[in-house]
């Protein structure tokens, strides 16, 4: 006859160690005290919601209240406009081969299969005279994921810079992985170097007083829609080599670009491959935000250190890294942005980029005539607008939204230098465009 105390195998039962534990005052376990598992705290410290879904989160709200209401949304950076036809047709043939043996394919090479890698780099880099290998490039499921991914390589302890105001993808990240202090009463973090890009220095950053180890860039600019000068640029390649510093440039936007003399890639600056990377993504010029496919640039050269100082290549960390947590982009996808490259992909997509810089072209000048101060609009799909004197950004979201039934994005939400700013999206149909610059004349009080 087993004893009470016992289990039916011998062996003695949770509960009676406990009760075991607790005659004879022994404490309990570390493992019993520990409710449950830890979280990375870090989290705790991002500043209430990500900006986009805030905005969505007000927008719900506005459209549960009124039903009926007409709203135009120009505020995520979400294109409207179908694929060009050329990927489809290349994607429909790549779902064809996927459904015979001999076609078919599994796993696929993590960096992205040779046939979009050469082509990215032929037509991006190489036939404008910009040295980038093919085995450069990495294939990934856009940029956003890249920029937040790339930290994986870099120490806690580097110095971190960026923009403000700034794509929030930037800093969120680095408070995620610890990078950062708490945040100020502005929305700033401690450990983050803030660079001011306002119309009182021309949307120009001066470059950081003391020594930074990391710096975000990205042009043309999300969310002002201003582009960098090559001397701009020459200028930051050359602060990065005297600091031993790192450039993210983050280009996802640099076909829409259409001046003249304007860097469409920070590789066009002598010397970058030695102290930058650059991130691109097909979302924006060739529709992809909903099929997901983008690339990063890592040149051989571009080196880190180690704490000891010794030089370790970040092509090669981040190959590391990309191979292991990640199993590349679908084949279907890859064959569509290889189409991009095709000429009557390119064709189409110009036709698409000159469709959604016309909206923006239509924004910025009714934004004008309306008497706003407007940035942005020319190389890039995004306007920004100063807000009336005295009113917030998000008191201009909601005077937006309430009396004119548009949604864009407040300023402030990408920074603290932000505040006073409103941006708006070219991404939308001619119609709505054209209908929400009305609205704005006729319902939004605009500076004297």
């Known amino acids: 006859m087993h004893h009470p105390k016992y289990s039916q195998s011998g062996n003695r039962s949770l509960a009676a160690i406990r009760d075991m534990g607790e005659t004879l005052g022994l404490e309990k376990p570390h493992w019993q005290t520990q409710a449950m598992a830890r979280i990375n705290e870090n989290y705790l410290k991002l500043q209430a919601g990500y900006l986009f879904p805030e905005i969505a989160k007000r927008v719900n709200a506005f459209c549960a209240d009124n039903p009926d209401a007409d709203v135009i949304k120009m505020g995520i950076g ?11 047709e290349a994607m429909h043939k790549a779902v064809d081969e996927m459904a015979v043996a001999e076609t078919f394919r599994g796993y696929g090479p993590e960096k992205g299969y040779d046939f979009l890698r050469d082509a990215i780099a032929k037509n991006d880099y190489q036939d404008l005279g910009i040295d980038v290998d093919a085995d450069e490039i990495f294939v990934s499921d856009g940029s956003k994921c890249d920029s937040g ?14 923009l403000d105001p700034v794509y929030p993808v930037y800093v969120d990240t680095n408070v995620m992985a ?9 929305g700033q973090y401690g450990g983050l170097i803030y660079m001011p890009v306002t119309a009182e220095n021309g949307f120009e950053p001066e470059l950081p007083t003391e020594k930074v180890d990391l710096i975000y860039l990205c042009y043309p600019n999300n969310p002002t829609g201003v582009v960098a000068s090559k001397e701009m640029l020459e200028k930051w390649v050359a602060y990065a080599k005297e600091n031993d510093a790192i450039i993210l440039y983050d280009a996802a936007y640099h076909a829409f670009i259409s001046q003249d003399g304007v860097p469409r890639s920070i590789f066009e600056i002598e010397g ?46 981040w190959n590391r890294r990309h191979s292991t947590k990640f199993n590349g982009v679908s084949y279907p996808v890859q064959r569509g942005a290889e189409a991009a490259y095709s000429e009557a992909g390119k064709q189409q997509i110009n036709d698409l980029i000159a469709f959604y810089m016309n909206n923006a072209r239509l924004l ?6 309306a008497g706003f101060e407007v940035y942005g609009g020319v190389d890039a799909p995004y306007v920004w607008l100063k807000t009336p004197d005295g009113v917030s950004s998000w008191d201009f979201f909601d005077q937006l939204l309430q009396k004119s039934h548009i949604v864009g994005t407040p300023g402030s939400g990408f920074g603290s230098s ?22 704005i004349k006729n319902s939004v009080s605009t500076p004297a």
């Open 78 to 88: 979400d294109v409207t406009q179908p694929l060009p036809p050329a990927i489809i």
């Open 149 to 162: 991914n790339l930290l994986d390589i870099f120490g806690d302890d580097n110095k971190i810079a960026v």
């Open 178 to 186: 610890g990078h950062t202090g708490e945040a100020d009463e502005n």
């Open 272 to 317: 970058a491959k030695d102290v930058a990377l650059e991130l691109r993504s097909f979302s924006k010029n060739a529709g992809f935000t909903g099929v997901r496919c983008g690339f990063m640039v890592i040149p051989k050269q571009l080196m880190g250190t180690t704490k000891a100082g010794e030089k370790q290549s970040l092509h090669a960390l």
């Open 364 to 369: 910025r000048e009714g934004l004008q005539e």
């Open 418 to 439: 932000g505040e006073g700013y409103f941006r708006l999206s070219a991404f939308n149909s001619l119609e709505n465009t054209q209908t929400a610059i009305e609205r």
